[in-house]
């Protein structure tokens, strides 16, 4: 039977999803935004198969079987087979699945959005499933319908009661905004974090801020986005990050109990970026915060090398070796004038607070990989590696 493999990307949220009105549809209290990463430096990669000798579904993780009895997996799965358009009752064989993520799973970076935007776009062209499926990404986690694109990607919260309409669709493409670059800072973290859907719960029933948010903040605040992406200016885009992200985590902490997702060095980072615009006189780098401590920061290429030498005269990386050679494009010559730094003028952090830094650009949507070799599972739909 035929093998059909896809990458897709991770994406980033500038204007956050946080709440839901429906847990088990997944469906989010306020429309959100993001730019969805190149996934030559991050992405997940998912292999799909159905035969009729296949005894039951399964599924690989990053070389490791899992249950497939997850319930958002059961919910992906259903509603492909339910819209498939396979002859024969196909629908009904039997699938193997196995996918792995290109990044460590160290970073503590989400993968969830682009392993179920993965799975979704792979078991839509195998069952042959037409139209929209965002919204079947969507049911394994909400975030994930935004990878189903590349570019500026926007999820319309929609107004049906059955999720019908809370679909994702593309607003500026890959080549809009061609020299936007975005810093990841991975941040040495071995605190364990609420789940986004524990820390989403927990804010929609006990944050008074969020409600606030969700109708009077962000559907302004979104348009104002869009509008600052169609004109390419930075500054705008970079403020409207940095305020949504500041909100977003000021909710999680009128939560009750608080949820703290950021911790000291993440404040740090956002003390830095600020002390760097004002050194600057204007907004030159924006942070971004999800449920964890890692900042993503957008910067525009001309700035991206000076950005990158001031994050290093200030944190000192673990290994600084992957930062140049492993991930994402390498920052030759980055140097930040000693009249910047003076400007800045912030306490140096210890070593070992960032882990390391990945360099990467808005990227496209999910793609096909059409080469038998790079499959990941082998013709007889097991994988070709288990760890
Ligand atoms: C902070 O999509 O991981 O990254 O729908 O419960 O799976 P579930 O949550 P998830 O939440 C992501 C939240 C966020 C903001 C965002 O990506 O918009």
């Not at 169609?230 to 000021?250: C, G, I, P, V, Y």
């Not at 000192?316 to 930040?336: C, E, M, Y």
């Amino acid at each position: 039977m035929e093998r059909v493999t896809f990458v897709a990307p991770v994406n980033l949220a500038v204007i956050k999803y946080w709440g839901k009105r429906n847990e088990e549809l997944i469906l989010p209290i306020n429309d959100s935004l993001s730019a969805t990463l190149d996934t030559e430096h991050l992405c997940a990669k998912t292999t799909v198969m159905i035969s009729p000798d296949f005894e039951q579904d399964k599924i690989w993780l990053n070389g490791c079987e899992e249950s497939i009895e997850n319930a958002r997996l059961q919910n992906c799965l259903r509603e492909v087979r339910k819209r498939s358009q396979l002859p024969d009752k196909q629908e009904n064989w039997k699938v193997h699945i196995c996918s792995e993520n290109n990044f460590p799973t160290s970073a503590g970076l989400a993968s969830s959005a682009a392993g179920y935007a993965c799975l979704t776009v792979a078991l839509a062209k195998l069952f042959n499933v037409q139209g929209d499926i965002s919204a079947i990404a969507r049911c394994g986690s909400g975030s994930a319908c935004r990878s189903i694109y590349g570019g500026f990607v926007r999820w319309y919260m929609g107004d049906n009661i059955d999720g019908s309409d809370s679909i994702s669709k593309e607003v500026f493409d890959t080549n809009h905004w061609p020299d936007m670059r975005i810093l990841i800072l991975v941040v040495n973290d071995t605190k364990k974090k609420v789940s986004s859907s524990e820390g989403m719960k927990r804010c929609y029933h006990t944050s008074p801020f969020l409600k606030y948010r969700a109708e009077n903040t962000v559907p302004l605040r979104i348009e104002q986005m869009q509008e600052a992406i169609q004109d390419r200016n930075f500054e705008k885009f970079a403020e409207l990050t940095m305020k949504d992200s500041n909100e977003m985590h000021a909710a999680c902490a009128a939560a009750y109990p608080p949820c703290f997702y950021m911790n000291d060095t993440s404040h740090r980072i956002i003390e830095l970026v600020h002390a760097y615009n004002t050194a600057h006189g204007e907004i030159k780098a924006a942070y971004t915060f999800d449920a964890g401590p890692n900042a993503t920061l957008f910067v525009l290429e001309k700035d991206v090398c000076e950005l990158y030498a001031v994050i290093n005269n200030y944190f000192l990386f673990v290994d600084d070796r992957q930062t140049k050679d492993q991930i994402g494009k390498s920052l030759p010559g980055a140097s930040a004038s000693s009249e910047l730094l003076k400007k800045i003028n912030i306490e140096k952090q210890p070593l070992g607070k960032l882990k390391y830094v990945i360099h990467t650009r808005v990227g496209t949507g999910p793609k096909q990989v059409l080469d038998s070799e790079n499959h990941l599972l082998d013709n007889q739909g097991f994988p070709k590696k288990l760890y």
